[in-house]
């Protein structure tokens, strides 16, 4: 009994780790990844999925993710937000941050 759990339950794990390598399709999907599953995921789907959801919030917001030393310092909010909150949900952390640097964004043309 307790060996076809262990093996059950590994199944499911590989499943899960398996899943976390592949970024969203749609935005329903990529709103409900927790920052945990984010750091899970390969380098380039993790930061093509942050991006994504930061342009989505940015422009319910009305304003712009600049490049350079605005962007990285948004970036590192997102960063100690999800080390703070690692079972939060990554675009309700992004979303945050870009309300609180909000002020010193660039409106959206």
């Known amino acids: 009994m307790t060996t076809k759990l262990?093996?059950?339950?590994a199944?499911?794990?590989?499943s899960v780790s398996a899943q976390a390598q592949v970024a969203p399709l749609n935005f329903d999907?990529?709103?409900y990844v927790?920052?945990?599953?984010?750091?899970?995921m390969q380098v380039e789907p993790r930061r093509m999925l942050a991006l994504y959801l930061a342009d989505?919030?940015?422009?319910h917001r009305g304003v712009a993710i600049p490049d350079g030393e605005?962007?990285?310092?948004?970036?590192?909010?997102?960063?100690?937000?999800c080390t703070l909150a690692p079972d939060a949900y990554l675009f309700?952390?992004?979303?945050?941050?870009?309300?609180?640097e909000m002020a010193k964004l660039p409106k959206r043309r």
């Open 56 to 59: 989505h919030a940015a422009r």
């Open 29 to 31: 999907q990529a709103a």
């Open 70 to 81: 605005q962007g990285a310092q948004l970036a590192l909010l997102v960063r100690g937000g």
């Open 6 to 9: 262990l093996v059950v339950a």
């Open 34 to 40: 927790t920052c945990r599953e984010a750091h899970a």
């Open 11 to 14: 199944a499911l794990l590989a």
């Open 92 to 100: 309700t952390v992004i979303d945050r941050a870009i309300v609180a």
